[in-house]
Nanobody
Framework: VQLVESGGGLVQAGGSLSLACTASGRALSSLAVGWFRQAPGTEREFVAAISWNGGMKYLSDSVMGRATITRDNAKNTVYLQMNSLKPEDTAVYYC???????????????????WGPGTQVTVSS
């Protein structure tokens, strides 16, 4: 499975971005997908995740109320909509996928087998 993120860029604080994670090589419909981010000098951080059928969704406390994760399996794409962006949201955002994801492990980056190269999100103050 190859994953590619898109939609990153430079945005002012308070603005919005919609990130997309598109898969090729395998149908995304059978995979759980997570979004993680990593700012310079920090560890990779869980942002959001969604189960293979969209029935379960998880958001980190840092983006709760400001982010929405959805998926369109017909387009082989998972979306992360982020609103009310803050400078501390600045990071490289990665999507990841795995075919076997147990409850309680969606936020564990080590559980994901497939990763995209990342897309930069920069929020200016």
């Amino acid at each position: 499975v190859q994953l590619v993120e898109s939609g990153g860029g430079l945005v002012q604080a308070g603005g919005s971005l919609s990130l997309a994670c598109t898969a090729s090589g395998r149908a995304l419909s059978s995979l759980a997908v997570g979004w993680f981010r990593q700012a310079p000098g920090t560890e990779r951080e869980f942002v959001a995740a969604i189960s293979w059928n969209g029935g379960m969704k998880y958001l980190s406390d840092s983006v709760m109320g400001r982010a929405t994760i959805t998926r369109d399996n017909a387009k082989n794409t998972v979306y992360l909509q982020m609103n009310s962006l803050k400078p501390e949201d600045t990071a490289v955002y990665y999507c990841a996928a795995d075919s076997v994801m147990s409850l309680g492990y969606y936020s564990d980056s080590g559980r994901y087998e497939y990763w995209g190269p990342g897309t930069q999100v920069t929020v200016s103050s």
